[in-house]
């Protein structure tokens, strides 16, 4: 079976610092991984995805990613945060060689103070 | 493009009466799918639909039934409403299916049921 864990319930950072926010990953296959945002009262918004290639992702609103195959890690991070970057985060893992669906982790919330 | 739409945006039911949530693609993809969200669970897939005509049982299916109307269309049906079907409900699609790992899921707005 698959299966997701964000380990951390919230991550704070004051604006301009850098964050992560922070994804481990189980499969018997090979990986692909996805990083999802959802604002207050949203829907699921795509940020990033691993499907194979370099270790290092970039995805949409200056996001990044860095998949470590030996740790089994999927850390989402960005260099400089915003206040407007608050919100809540999935990970989620799909199995390659399983034709499995996605399985999404608990969720991050991430809080930008000004 | 209107991406995913989801009716209702909010519900109150009493336990025991039905309802259909409705959720419409306009992006001509094949596969759709229902979740559910709750506080500190994430999101559990109930039902997908990997093209038109196919139906799958997902994560936690219990309690409730789907129909793939159309290549459009994925509605999510309660018969019986029970308080633990409390939560939010999001309808989702992606282009190629189940079967392509690469597949990006997009996701409607969701609507958020209270079973009293």
């Known amino acids: 079976a698959q299966s997701v864990a964000q380990p951390e319930d919230q991550v704070n950072v004051a604006e301009g610092n850098p964050l992560t926010v922070k994804c481990t990953y189980s499969v018997s296959g090979n990986p692909y991984l996805f990083w999802y945002v959802q604002y207050p009262n949203r829907g699921l918004q795509f940020l990033l995805k691993?499907?194979?290639?370099?270790?290092l992702v970039k995805g949409s609103y200056g996001f990044e990613a860095e998949f470590n195959k030996s740790q089994t890690s999927f850390h989402l991070k960005k260099p400089s945060a915003l206040v407007s970057d608050s919100a809540l985060y999935f990970c989620?893992?799909?199995?390659?060689?399983?034709?499995?669906?996605?399985?999404f982790g608990k969720g991050t919330m991430l809080l930008v103070s000004p | 493009n209107a991406g995913v739409t989801q009716t209702p945006k909010f519900q109150v039911l009493k336990t025991g009466q039905s309802m259909t949530l409705q959720c419409a693609q306009d992006m001509n993809h094949n596969s759709m799918y229902w979740y559910r969200q709750d506080p500190g669970m994430g999101l559990r897939l109930i039902y997908y639909?990997?093209?038109?005509?196919?139906?799958d049982k997902g994560e936690v299916p219990n309690g409730y039934n789907v129909s793939r109307l159309n290549k459009r269309e994925f509605s999510l049906r309660l018969e019986s409403a029970a308080p633990s079907q409390t939560s939010v409900y999001f309808c989702?699609?992606?282009?190629?299916?189940?079967?392509?790992?690469?597949?990006?899921?997009?996701f409607g707005p969701g609507t958020r049921l209270t079973v009293l």
């Open positions: 691993y499907i194979t290639g370099d270790n």
């Open positions: 989702a699609s992606s282009p190629l299916g189940t079967l392509a790992g690469t597949d990006t899921q997009y």
């Open positions: 639909s990997a093209s038109e005509g196919t139906t």
């Open positions: 989620a893992v799909r199995d390659i060689d399983r034709y499995s669906t996605l399985t």
